[in-house]
């Protein structure tokens, strides 16, 4: 039986003009009890962690320093580095949930939807070097920041992805990159929003696998009466308008079995829910009960964060394939069934527990592996997270969203997008490597003629140790350590009076090209 | 770098997800390949023709015929086998040649014919394909070189960025592209194309004093990091990031030092963009770097001869025949050519028949590319048209049949397969391999 989780697509409209109509309830009771409802959620989440590390007599890593959690913060919830102003008030502060405080502010700011959009247009879309393609993908990523900074409903996103008819409403631009192909919409799909990688059944039967090729081509039958509308309203290049038509089968290839659509490992009943194929799909999927969607985002959630899923990979989670705190996947799920598919409270949820804050460092040779979630996994910052990072370094710009239509990001992005969805590989070459250390961002950002930061720093009421304090909390969000601090002094005593400032520039090329600042940890 | 066991032990770990399974698939062609030629790896050079060369008045000339055109017909070493009159220098290297005639493609679009012939697929589809340079320079790879796998010389400006890119393979596999450095030298000047590695050289106001201190603290910083911070992510930033420093160091960086030859010989080559990038690709596979592509025609797609097609022709052949034939005659000197092998394409080839402005149009139904060199059964054409070119009437050859021809002559199997994103296996070429052409 399917429970439905809110009202069916064709009264989206009307629920949405009615939410819309609602006065707004923020008081402060239900904040409160909203918080205490999220801190118990964090809690749990820290004891079903600890009970496994306890199982495997595994040691959690100490918790991370202020300076390590706030540049990590910055980077998974709003892309970006925090300034050395922002680090300093966050390390001066005294608050005993400044940690929380930090989250909260965070995942208000307008460069949260910015980032997430970034995040999930990545994970929609196959990776692209190719600047055409990469401008192309900007209609779906604007459409994915409209949904994340109205914290739209997780659900009614996923049933309004499903959906789109509009080229010029984003998903468009999806349905255009897959060809309207039924069969790579279902492997795309489920493989997104499902977690299920089915389309290994979409030749053969699988023997070890429970998906079979009816399976597949059942779920690529909700996909098989899509068409381009003949007065072809082409927007923008790679997007196009939506027709669902009401006939069109798929057969399973070299036979003329027609396959009628079926839901994957369910006997609901397709012809019982109304309106076209693809509403059919997307009830199905957005119903409350559907075993695989609302545990697809709440894993991915985990994975965001914590650099790999509580099934790994996050987004394959094939009934072979078992999670690793089987406990916290359903708790969680359930948490966010509860808290009506809020993506944002999940983020923030998971962002303010102790296992998030748990330092990156290693703590001895005998280390827990990394399923046990014993310390923090070291991600590569994405192509975006990069450029960005190198212009805040370099007090070059700070309004990250006027940096979106900068043609020299764009082409910085197309060089360095990755094919891997798993950031905790850092997967790029040589060429790249060469193009970061001897090319523009990096030249401009640590060239005294052109850095921002090196010029305020040029000032000469500044000792060296307070310059290299600035250049550090910049790049690292910390202050030297004492060996450090010695070994740039030193190397700034042996520059010639005159090149100051270009010995500063050394000195932030040198941190801006180093594993540290490259990755997030 | 912190070599202590554990950390080792993560970052052969994350190195072996990386290349993930793909790796069992290739791994037993690796050893065959090794096995039939133990002591270097192979190589492989495209000289790519951007614009579109017309196999008429090239290597499929049709004399006599009203399409045939103003050139002449030359004998070559090769009884029976004739090519332009503009070919004086390849004529007489013929039987290492073998001449495709019966190419027959469905692009006629700059752009899709650039990514068709790159990937042997045809562009739109969901998936980026990687070029067959980042699958064989993949396939055929030396991990211990300081030099990149993949280097594209003077790649097209109008190049569509997803033909040379390395698609799902990602960026580790991408080209190394090497380009020109300041104003290319005008028409009739004496002076010689200058080429160097995109961002090879260091930023203006870096010295090498500068750049050796930066690198002396860079090493501490990165050593420090590591050990605290052992991961693959870590170890793969730091490696990757050595070896472009290392890229960097003159010995490296004078593969790409054309300083380092003679006047005499690089006058030989040609003066221009392609013969000097000629003389680069010799020098890279010298020092065993396995793909190589080296572009005439660059930024104004120069075969794309609608109008004016015969002088527009003679001047690039002349500047193909003297690059080209002089790559062969060295790579031969050295006892390289056995184990490089060459293949001459473009987008499409040009219609048979002559247009009102003397020129030639886009025409991929029955076309020419040429295989050359290391595995290739030369002095020969493969595949026929008909008398005034317009059909294929024998031996009619896809894309995907011509690269994995050229897998085969290099020793990579074209059914290696490598994996997308989502675990799908790709082979390199779904195509039939040509043994007739095959050494």
């Known amino acids: 039986m399917l429970r439905i989780a809110h009202v069916p697509v064709s009264c989206a409209v009307l629920l949405l003009a009615w939410t819309m109509a609602l006065p707004a309830q923020d008081t402060s009771t239900d904040v409160s009890s909203e918080t205490a409802k999220m801190q118990a959620m964090a809690a749990r989440i820290d004891e079903l962690v600890q009970t496994r590390l306890d199982r495997e007599k595994a040691t959690a890593a100490p918790l991370a320093t202020?300076?390590?959690?706030?540049?990590?913060?910055?980077?998974?919830?709003?892309?970006?580095?925090?300034?050395?102003?922002?680090?300093?008030?966050?390390?001066?502060?005294?608050?005993?949930?400044?940690?929380?405080?930090?989250?909260?502010?965070?995942?208000?700011?307008?460069?949260?939807?910015?980032?997430?959009?970034?995040?999930?247009?990545?994970?929609?879309?196959?990776?692209?070097?190719?600047?055409?393609?990469?401008?192309?993908?900007?209609?779906?990523?604007?459409?994915?920041?409209?949904?994340?900074?109205?914290?739209?409903?997780?659900?009614?996103?996923?049933?309004?992805?499903?959906?789109?008819?509009?080229?010029?409403?984003?998903?468009?631009?999806?349905?255009?990159?897959?060809?309207?192909k039924p069969e790579l919409l279902a492997s795309e799909t489920s493989r997104i929003f499902l977690g299920l990688q089915l389309e290994c059944a979409q030749c053969h039967d699988h023997p070890f696998d429970r998906w079979k090729q009816q399976?597949?081509?059942?779920?690529?039958?909700?996909?098989?009466?899509?068409?381009?509308?003949?007065?072809?309203?082409?927007?923008?290049?790679?997007?196009?308008?939506?027709?669902?038509?009401?006939?069109?089968?798929?057969?399973?290839?070299?036979?003329?079995?027609?396959?009628?659509?079926?839901?994957?490992?369910?006997?609901?009943?397709?012809?019982?829910?109304?309106?076209?194929?693809?509403?059919?799909?997307?009830?199905?999927?957005?119903?409350?009960?559907?075993?695989?969607?609302?545990?697809?985002?709440?894993?991915?959630?985990?994975?965001h964060m914590m650099g790999r899923g509580i099934v790994h990979p996050a987004d394959d989670m094939s009934p072979q394939n078992l999670p690793s705190h089987p406990e916290l996947l359903d708790e969680l799920t359930d948490y966010f069934i509860r808290s009506g598919f809020d993506l944002q409270l999940l983020l923030q949820t998971i962002a303010i527990t102790d296992t998030y804050a748990r330092s990156s460092e290693a703590v001895s040779d005998s280390e827990a592996p990394p399923e046990l979630f014993a310390r923090m996994a070291v991600k590569s910052l994405t192509p975006e997270q990069l450029y960005d990072a190198f212009l805040k370094v370099g007090l070059l710009k700070t309004d990250v969203t006027m940096m979106q239509q900068d043609?020299?990001?764009?082409?910085?992005?197309?060089?360095?997008?990755?094919?891997?969805?798993?950031?905790?590989?850092?997967d790029t070459g040589m060429p790249q490597a060469l193009a970061v250390m001897n090319g523009p961002p990096v030249s401009t950002a640590t060239s005294p003629e052109t850095s921002g930061l090196l010029k305020a720093l040029s000032a000469p009421f500044l000792t060296d140790e307070q310059r290299l304090n600035v250049l550090f909390l910049a790049a690292y969000s910390r202050p030297p350590y004492p060996d450090e601090l010695k070994r740039y002094q030193e190397f700034l005593q042996t520059a010639e009076p005159g090149q100051q400032s270009a010995a500063l520039g050394d000195v932030l090329w040198v941190l801006a090209n180093s594993a540290e600042f490259m990755l997030n940890h | 770098m912190n070599t202590t066991p554990h950390?080792?032990?993560?970052?052969?770990?994350?190195?072996?997800?990386?290349?993930?399974?793909?790796?069992?698939?290739?791994?037993?062609?690796?050893?065959?390949?090794?096995?039939?030629?133990?002591?270097?790896?192979?190589?492989?050079?495209?000289?790519?023709?951007?614009?579109?060369?017309?196999?008429?008045?090239?290597?499929?000339?049709?004399?006599?015929?009203?399409?045939?055109?103003?050139?002449?017909?030359?004998?070559?070493?090769?009884?029976?086998?004739?090519?332009?009159?503009?070919?004086?220098?390849?004529?007489?290297?013929?039987?290492?040649?073998?001449?495709?005639?019966?190419?027959?493609?469905?692009?006629?679009?700059?752009?899709?014919?650039?990514?068709?012939?790159?990937t042997g697929q045809r562009p739109g589809g969901p998936l980026n394909y990687p070029s067959i340079g980042a699958s064989l320079s993949k396939a055929l790879e030396h991990n211990q070189s300081t030099l990149p796998n993949?280097?594209?010389?003077?790649p097209s400006g109008l190049l569509n960025g997803s033909a040379l890119s390395p698609g799902f393979l990602g960026p580790r596999y991408a080209a190394a592209t090497v380009g020109t450095r300041g104003a290319p030298p005008a028409e009739g000047s004496d002076a010689m194309a200058d080429l160097g590695v995109d961002f090879l050289s260091l930023p203006p106001g870096i010295d090498t004093r500068r750049q050796d201190a930066r690198l002396a603290l860079w090493k501490d910083q990165q050593d420090q990091f590591l050990a605290r911070h052992p991961s693959g992510a870590a170890e793969a930033q730091a490696t990757i990031f050595q070896s472009a420093v290392k890229m960097m160091h003159p010995e490296a960086a004078s593969a790409f030092d054309l300083s380092q030859e003679?006047?005499?010989?690089?006058?030989?080559?040609?003066?221009?963009?392609?013969?000097?990038?000629?003389?680069?690709?010799?020098?890279?596979?010298?020092?065993?770097?396995?793909?190589?592509?080296?572009?005439?025609?660059?930024?104004?797609?120069?075969?794309?001869?609608?109008?004016?097609?015969?002088?527009?022709?003679?001047?690039?052949?002349?500047?193909?025949?003297?690059?080209?034939?002089?790559?062969?005659?060295?790579?031969?000197?050295?006892?390289?050519?056995?184990?490089?092998?060459?293949?001459?394409?473009?987008?499409?080839?040009?219609?048979?028949?002559?247009?009102?402005?003397?020129?030639?149009?886009?025409?991929?139904?029955?076309?020419?590319?040429?295989?050359?060199?290391?595995?290739?059964?030369?002095?020969?054409?493969?595949?026929?048209?008909?008398?005034?070119?317009?059909?294929?009437?024998?031996?009619?050859?896809?894309?995907?049949?011509?690269?994995?021809?050229?897998?085969?002559?290099?020793?990579?199997?074209?059914?290696?397969?490598?994996?997308?994103?989502?675990?799908?296996?790709?082979?390199?070429?779904?195509?039939?391999?040509?043994?007739?052409?095959?050494?």
Request: hydrophobic share 35%; with cysteine.
């Open chain 1, 66 to 180: 202020d300076g390590e959690f706030i540049r990590r913060a910055y980077l998974d919830l709003v892309g970006n580095l925090p300034t050395v102003a922002q680090t300093r008030a966050y390390l001066d502060s005294d608050a005993p949930d400044k940690r929380q405080q930090l989250i909260a502010q965070l995942i208000k700011s307008p460069a949260y939807p910015t980032h997430l959009a970034n995040t999930w247009r990545a994970l929609v879309l196959e990776p692209s070097d190719d600047p055409q393609r990469l401008q192309n993908e900007q209609g779906l990523q604007l459409w994915l920041r409209g949904k994340f900074s109205q914290n739209v409903r997780y659900d009614r996103l996923v049933e309004e992805f499903l959906t789109a008819t509009q080229g010029s409403d984003g998903p468009g631009y999806f349905y255009a990159s897959q060809d309207l």
């Open chain 1, 215 to 303: 399976d597949f081509w059942g779920l690529a039958a909700f996909f098989a009466q899509l068409e381009r509308p003949g007065n072809d309203n082409v927007i923008g290049l790679g997007r196009f308008d939506i027709v669902d038509r009401d006939m069109g089968e798929v057969t399973i290839p070299e036979t003329d079995q027609v396959v009628p659509p079926a839901f994957p490992g369910s006997k609901a009943d397709y012809a019982s829910l109304g309106g076209t194929r693809r509403q059919q799909l997307a009830i199905w999927m957005v119903s409350r009960d559907n075993p695989y969607m609302p545990r697809r985002a709440v894993n991915w959630a985990w994975a």
């Open chain 1, 407 to 426: 043609g020299q990001r764009i082409q910085f992005v197309a060089r360095l997008r990755t094919a891997s969805k798993d950031r905790t590989f850092f």
């Open chain 2, 7 to 118: 950390s080792r032990r993560r970052f052969l770990q994350a190195t072996a997800g990386l290349v993930g399974a793909a790796s069992c698939s290739w791994l037993p062609q690796l050893a065959a390949a090794a096995g039939a030629d133990p002591n270097r790896k192979r190589s492989c050079i495209v000289l790519w023709m951007a614009g579109g060369p017309t196999q008429t008045d090239t290597f499929d000339m049709k004399p006599g015929h009203a399409n045939g055109g103003e050139f002449k017909e030359t004998e070559t070493n090769v009884p029976g086998l004739r090519f332009s009159e503009h070919f004086a220098g390849l004529a007489q290297q013929a039987d290492k040649l073998a001449i495709m005639r019966g190419m027959s493609t469905r692009e006629g679009d700059h752009l899709r014919g650039t990514y068709l012939m790159h």
């Open chain 2, 150 to 154: 993949y280097v594209a010389v003077n």
């Open chain 2, 262 to 439: 003679s006047t005499e010989v690089r006058e030989t080559y040609g003066r221009g963009t392609f013969g000097q990038g000629c003389l680069i690709a010799r020098r890279l596979v010298e020092r065993d770097v396995p793909f190589v592509e080296v572009t005439l025609g660059g930024g104004g797609l120069g075969w794309d001869t609608h109008q004016g097609n015969f002088p527009a022709v003679e001047r690039l052949s002349k500047e193909l025949d003297q690059g080209w034939s002089t790559l062969m005659r060295e790579l031969s000197e050295r006892g390289l050519l056995e184990s490089t092998t060459i293949l001459w394409m473009g987008e499409f080839g040009r219609t048979p028949n002559i247009n009102n402005t003397a020129g030639r149009d886009h025409f991929p139904d029955a076309w020419t590319c040429v295989l050359a060199g290391g595995g290739i059964a030369g002095g020969q054409a493969y595949g026929q048209t008909d008398e005034a070119g317009s059909e294929v009437t024998e031996g009619k050859t896809e894309v995907q049949d011509l690269l994995a021809t050229l897998c085969r002559a290099v020793g990579v199997d074209p059914a290696t397969e490598h994996f997308s994103p989502q675990a799908r296996p790709i082979k390199i070429s779904e195509g039939h391999s040509i043994d007739q052409v095959l050494a």
